[in-house]
């Protein structure tokens, strides 16, 4: 049995270049993860497998990625009771709105947490605030990142104030 | 054993209102059919089995209509080598893009035929199509279809022409 | 200090009549919760408050609905390491097109679980699925929930089989 | 006489690119195919022609890509009884928007049966699955390819299983 | 042979509303005017024949108004080459999107004169514009129609300045 | 000459329903208004005569509402070197999208300080601003404006937290 | 006196690269052109002679060309009882549907003729079909030139059927 | 204290190369200014400080950029009684759409002024002009800008007049 609480999974290897992105931030959050492509429409066996057997495993929140006609968050939103994350990658047609709509206007009764077209690294930050409910560990991380966050921009305003933006652009 | 050649379905009884439309006219064609519904999302398992059964049954074209993130025609399409015409519905919001969308943009692979948003006419009528390569009383039927259609028009403009707008609006 | 675990809270009173149908699954599932008024734009000092306080006070996920140039969702989110979940409401042009892309498309970072225009419903599903994660008793509430939609869906599709479509709509 | 089944057709050369994809399928498919240029602004006497005589050759689908203001498949389909394939073409603006719409919302009485964006592929597996409800071995051969499909996504998923992102993508 | 020397064509009926308007103006400015209904899709066969002969019956303008994936003002345009005013007319979804970019994206040799959608009315005084270029009676009409149309406003703005806001709407 | 310090202009008295809610601001703010129509396509030379003349009058700031191919704000911004407000009205198609961008997508050079769609109370809080900027009262009175915003929201948040969701509904 | 029956105008001499597409077309049909830039925004003055002295001058058919909040199109009509050709120029961002909305979408009395974005060609090809009206030789150009375009297609067709697409596209 | 009139923040070091247009006119302007940046989503509370402080500080004018779900401008106009300007700035998705939206559709009481795409240099143009509206050495200033602008047209005018489309482009 995993010992793995998050899932990422992707329509397709294509996806991985924005996919990789929630990956990271669940290591720098020491979060073991699953990962792997899961194919709503060239494996929809295999993709309902997964979302039957992922709690059992011990997955508590999926996040899923996909393009175009994007079922695959949906999908798995509808197999499984475990809150699923969707992450609308963009193609080559539509700038990403056709994948938006696909995964965020779920009908009642079964949510897509619905993050920023190519939005990875969101996804596994909006994992990982599902699991600092239970845990403090986390949670205070998240606290830590978010402060990084301000950090970095509070480091950045300083320069900027101090060499004007053709020194900052130069 | 079914002898129904052609199945509509959709994922919300709220679709009928656009889908009986499909009835009508494979009635009007004298197609006996499968109605039913088929959610993607509430029924992910029955929306499987009817899918894997369709072609066992003896169907030869499933209709599935859905709205919002819909579902419904891309994951029958990919359960089934049978042709899927898909049928976007338009809800309260977006103004049916959503549904279009989610339908039409399907990954190389696994097409659904998409028809108009609210087609539900549509869709029946291209099932006729394809069946009609193989039936010529179903070919010849929609032969005089269209010329029924044309026959309304060529009135219509024989009307229009002869009473002129104020009249024929009157 | 407050029990309960959900806040849902609203940019304006006229988000009510969405926002109503998140506390309304919230009581059926047995969850307390906080409903009240935060305006991102009219008060903004009591949204950074609400925000900062609200894990103290217990709340585990944040809901919140706002329209236009919804802000407040992604607001509260920039203000607390608690996940929250975005309602997009739809106002009087462009068809929540504005309060969709307002609430999802949030820079990294700062994600907020984005639902259907209008999903109320949905918001307070996805929270009970976040909760349920530590929580076996809501994870089977949404297990039966699961199953209840099932049923509904299939009762309707068998009355649609017996009498037909002329039947059901009459 | 011809003997081939389908016809693929296209209202430009600068179509090709996209189109080809559909002649691909076709051979890997064994199915013999008209392919040519059929320009409904430029050439609307030509389209005229190729529509009414392409049942007559025994062509029995069409397949039409098309950009911009996208009328060839419509058109086409206003003329035969035959199903329209229709394969909207992304051009220098609106990002396909334009033939997508152009193509799908056709009026009650003449579908055409569209696939996604620059979807020239998916346009000659829908062929085949219309063509494959009254013979076998295009029927099987679906099935085989579809798990091709499934294949690659498993490998390509067990890859990435094994070797981790960063392994995979290097 | 008919003295019109406008041609004011519909793809449907339901058209009428709005294309009446075209008629109209006409009228006002004593330009007698073909009206009739030509459907691209129901009678692609009249539309040609209507196109091709419109020059020869001393037609001059075309107005052609369509709905949906609107192709009527494109075809027509593809076969005369005399200038076809097209008139977007708004349905039942996407607010008129689909049949704006089905009119005015029109390929290289091509052109629709493309008017607002639902814009009967200014379709028509384009094809006054076209004619008055050769015919001074149809221009001083114009330019009074403008002054009219000045003088109404100049009206309107005297009698808001004169009783206010509340006195207008009152 | 006029003592107003705004101008109230629209291009079509349909415009007035919405536009009269700046007048409304403006006269809460004791601020004196010119109030008229101004069109850009039926009246030109007003147009222009009206931009010339507006600093000289003593006019500090316009509001400009316009619906559809919205050109008044953008051409009265060009003809003057005082800020221009614009209001996007929303007309019969296309959602209010149209005006939005006909007026917000000015060039470099020729800004128009647009506001939300039908915002004719807000293109008359920011004159205020505008305008408060030299004047301690306007300023002191958008500060009191400001806090009646915010309790009005405290009052009703407080009554929905007393009553509960079904006691406020009712 | 000018004897040039047509006037290029543009609002940017970025637009000249779309523009410059119209003045060979004329120069192709031996027609002689103005051709000069005229900014609404920065030059409105100019703008106002340029269409008052348009019909003065023997214009006949003014075409303009814009991007983003394109205002110059329907001011010029706003100006002259001149047929007046819209041109949308693709700008940075909105993929030219600011441009096409802000030209296609004249209010009731003030039409302009807009055709594709980018369509410089087309404005061209659409004022010689205006000026066709009254004059044979440019009529029959017409003519002539959709004969080299339906020869253009059928060369390319007849080269694409006898090398197929491998031999085609190498 | 600052003796800075105008303030430009923006979400991101990435907004800069937009922003620094403003920047650039208001040096252009001799109008000394505040440059730095604000995040509403990583630096809330310096966000609000900021804003609560920029009027005390003596500014006059804030300006304010940002992409995505934009919501720097509108809450910085929630916080102060300051006049906003809000640039939206083109992201990696949508063309810049979502920015749009999230900054112009404020609710009624909050208005932000907002600019084209990518208007950085717009914004700054507004801010002066709102500052000469007290100003005659800035609204001077204005005017001799505007009168540049319209010199280069006519310069480039004259040049394309003279020298030809061949002559201009080469």
Request: hydrophobic share 45%.
């Amino acid at each position: 049995m995993s010992k793995n609480e998050v899932a990422i999974i992707m329509g397709s290897d294509s996806d991985l270049i924005i996919m990789k992105d929630a990956a990271e931030i669940l290591e720098n959050f020491d979060i073991s993860y699953d990962l792997t492509i899961v194919s709503a429409h060239r494996t929809p066996e295999r993709m309902m497998q997964y979302a039957l057997e992922a709690a059992k495993k011990g997955i508590k929140v999926i996040i899923a990625g996909a393009g175009g006609a994007a079922h695959l968050p949906g999908m798995i939103a509808s197999l499984t009771y475990l809150p699923v994350i969707g992450v609308p990658i963009k193609g080559n047609s539509l700038d990403g709105l056709d994948s938006l709509l696909s995964i965020v206007q779920m009908p009642p009764g079964v949510p897509v947490a619905t993050v920023a077209i190519n939005g990875g690294k969101n996804a596994a930050i909006l994992a990982c605030q599902i699991l600092g409910i239970q845990n403090n560990t986390i949670s205070e991380k998240i606290e830590k990142y978010k402060i990084q966050l301000k950090n970095k921009v509070l480091s950045k305003a300083s320069k900027l104030e101090k060499s004007g933006w053709k020194g900052y652009l130069a």
